[in-house]
């Protein structure tokens, strides 16, 4: 048996001492700091971290892409370092933004992989086939790349990738920003390939639940390890610690934030119309309303743990550790004094189109003063071009559109005035240091002078961006990119805040700092509109629309989808649940 042979027995990766380094004598960023541990063989393991955790660093190292400062690696039982090009020939990696080109169809793209593979002619048909019927990709084989949904575009990297099916195939976060069907279709093909093919697979993701799918985790933060193990040996520890609270006429955002940040809590986060709550000891129901001094109103039962309650456990142990504050920040935001149940947007039979191709497709629903509403769907539903439109930087083609009180298809630069929007992609000026793109964009919104000044020195206290003042937006890490993002949006006060997936990718505390500054400008009376593919984060929403190609399938409170559309037979559905659901429900 030869070296390689008997390393498939036992471990695919195997690092030592590892650590890795970037910058230069200035300012130096420890990627990787003397990890060590090892990747079994025939299974998915996946490399759980916020970002900045080292995952990508870790997987280019793995890839032979990268070199490291000090430590040993080893892939498949071969030096990583010295013998890189073997490496290469028996792996397979996917990193975030896949080589994809765009100006080739479906077809044209698998035919270059394989010549960049040497792939015989004669031998690509079949696996053409297995792979178009794998991704569900077969009708869309003439179809320019760049023409297909994220989704879609993520299915054909894989697919490329799997040209050659690898002993070991590494996935850098091949799922942020796919909607959930998608999602669920890619660790189907995943599992496919260890189940048919013996392969290793590693796999990081930004997804918490994506986690418990994994057979094995490894825990990262800021280049360390937190531990490694089956997932639910995490969740297991925190039995007796969660809890779901039903706040009954207690506002639920107060309830939360007032929660959030007692000693005692490790989580506290809005789901539906109830809180999941988790404590720092083992508690009983009747403890919990006594120690946080509950109304009587406030019903309190067990919750099962989830792998997400560890992790944050975890992170919030190593910060605390490590001297820094892990308390949820609030904004300020001036006081909306209109009435709270006016409808401040108002969308009738509205379409837009492009040629013949309709993007969305005759959709009407209003949106309530303070409300937290929620659009989404799957990739191309439809709801970034919905999105465009309500803020005016694209007009409509059909039906009527208005945004705090004016007709947008006649007063789009009056209605702009009191709109913020925080794009997909963060619109910032990489070119630009921190204070130079709030100033860049609180003029934009009309501030100067006094005004202005305030307002800067305000976003810089407010989403701790000070002490990076001076730092270009490129070299952000990703959750001080949203932060500022945010206080972009936020320069000019606006009575509604446009949110175009503004979590994708981002670290679930960060996800949670996020979601505690808009529970706030909600609670002022700000309007928030979110498009989002992350399902617990629709739980956030007091009411949700579902859209599907251009159409809404349903609309209401995230309680009342889940209780309408569910798979039969499950008692607790998730919100990801539902839309699976509802998304096949209505393909049948």
């Not at 394989?114 to 869309?140: C, H, N, V």
């Not at 005035?417 to 100033?439: C, H």
């Not at 808009?518 to 956030?540: C, K, Q």
Request: hydrophobic share 40%.
């Amino acid at each position: 048996m030869d070296q390689a042979q008997s390393w498939q027995d036992d471990f695919c990766i195997e690092v030592s001492g590892l650590t890795k380094t970037f910058g230069s004598d200035d300012k130096i960023i420890t990627a990787l700091d003397n990890c060590s541990f090892k990747v079994k063989s025939g299974m998915v393991t996946g490399l759980i971290g916020p970002d900045g955790a080292g995952k990508t660093t870790f997987m280019r190292l793995c890839a032979g892409l990268l070199v490291p400062d000090e430590g040993e690696i080893k892939v498949l039982g071969m030096d990583a370092v010295r013998d890189f090009l073997k490496v290469q020939s028996n792996i397979r990696y996917m990193p975030q933004r896949f080589g994809l080109y765009e100006d080739l169809t479906v077809q044209e793209n698998l035919d270059l992989y394989s010549d960049l593979l040497g792939i015989p002619k004669e031998r690509r048909q079949e696996r053409y086939e297995i792979l178009m019927r794998m991704t569900g990709l077969a009708p869309f084989k003439q179809r320019l790349a760049g023409r297909l949904s994220g989704g879609m575009k993520q299915k054909l990297g894989l697919a490329c990738t799997l040209i050659k099916p690898p002993r070991l195939l590494i996935l850098d976060e091949p799922t942020v920003g796919v909607d959930p069907v998608s999602r669920r279709e890619l660790w189907e093909i995943v599992y496919s390939q260890v189940e048919e093919e013996g392969m290793s697979v590693l796999l990081s993701t930004a997804y918490l639940d994506e986690a418990e799918r994994c057979q094995e985790v490894i825990l990262m933060h800021e280049g360390h390890t937190l531990g490694q193990g089956v997932p639910s040996e995490f969740s297991q520890k925190l039995d007796g610690h969660c809890f779901m609270l039903d706040p009954g006429s207690i506002p639920k955002r107060s309830l939360q934030r007032e929660l959030a940040n007692r000693d005692e809590v490790i989580d506290c986060i809005i789901l539906g119309e109830k809180i999941r709550l988790v404590t720092i000891d083992t508690l009983d129901s009747s403890q919990v309303k006594q120690i946080f001094q509950l109304p009587d109103e406030v019903e309190v039962a067990h919750a099962p743990p989830r792998f997400e309650d560890a992790f944050i456990w975890l992170l919030k142990e190593r910060l605390i550790s490590l001297g820094r504050d892990v308390k949820l920040k609030v904004i300020t935001h001036k006081k909306i004094s209109d009435l709270p149940d006016e409808d401040i947007i108002v969308v009738k039979n509205l379409k837009r189109r492009f040629g013949n191709f309709y993007a969305v497709n005759g959709i009407s629903f209003t949106v309530k003063r303070g409300e937290v509403f929620g659009l989404l769907g799957a990739n191309g539903a439809g709801k970034t071009t919905t999105f465009r439109m309500l803020c005016g930087l694209l007009p409509a083609s059909e039906g009527e559109l208005y945004v705090a009180g004016e007709n947008l298809r006649k007063a789009r630069a009056k209605a702009r005035e009191r709109i913020g929007y925080m794009a997909q992609k963060f619109s910032l000026y990489v070119d630009l240091t921190v204070i130079q793109n709030l100033n860049f964009f609180s003029s934009a919104y009309g501030l100067y002078g006094k005004k202005q000044r305030e307002r800067v020195e305000w976003a810089l206290d407010a989403f701790d961006l000070r002490q990076e003042a001076n730092t270009l937006s490129r070299d952000l890490p990703l959750g001080f990119k949203q932060r500022l993002a945010l206080a972009a949006a936020l320069m000019h006060e606006p009575d509604i805040l446009f949110l175009d997936e503004p979590t994708s990718g981002v670290d679930p505390l960060a996800r949670r700092q996020f979601w505690a500054h808009i529970n706030s400008l909600a609670d002022a009376g700000v309007t928030i509109m979110v498009t989002t593919h992350f399902m617990e984060e629709a739980e956030y929403c007091d009411r949700i629309v579902i859209m599907k190609r251009g159409k809404i399938l349903a609309e209401g409170t995230p309680e009342e989808l889940k209780k309408k559309y569910h798979p039969p037979g499950v008692d607790n559905p998730t919100m990801e649940d539902t839309f699976i659901t509802l998304i096949e429900m209505k393909e049948t």
